[in-house]
């Protein structure tokens, strides 16, 4: 069983960083790329970011140049570091893992207060 354990989440002032983590346990090999998304009140689930497994990344408009996203082969983990978080931030992030399968975190409430 293949799980995807979330962490860093909670409440910020606008300004302010948090960092994300996202731990992948269980009999998942190979894994390629690695994501996060974020999914605010009454909206689709969206791309924030992503790497490959050669650390080729990706990253929506909105956080481009706040976001940085990483990964560590070795502990099957994908960060997400958030600087300068503005409210339009706010919402759940979810972490995505394809390998082979796509496998989803649980996701974790990322609040940002103006």
């Known amino acids: 069983q293949v799980q995807l354990v979330e962490s860093g989440g909670g409440l910020v002032q606008a300004g302010g960083s948090l960092r994300l983590s996202c731990a992948a346990s269980g009999s998942i090999f190979s894994i390629n790329t690695m994501a996060w998304f974020r999914q605010a009140p009454g909206e689709q689930r969206r791309l924030v970011a992503s790497?490959?497994?050669?650390?080729?990344?990706n990253y929506a408009d909105s956080v481009k140049g706040r976001f940085t996203i990483s990964r560590d082969n070795a502990k099957k983990t994908v960060y997400l570091q958030m600087n300068s978080l503005k409210p339009e931030d706010t919402g759940v992030y979810y972490c995505w893992v394809r390998a082979g399968t796509d496998y989803w975190g649980q996701g974790t409430q990322v609040t940002v207060s103006s």
């Open positions: 790497i490959t497994r050669g650390d080729i990344t």
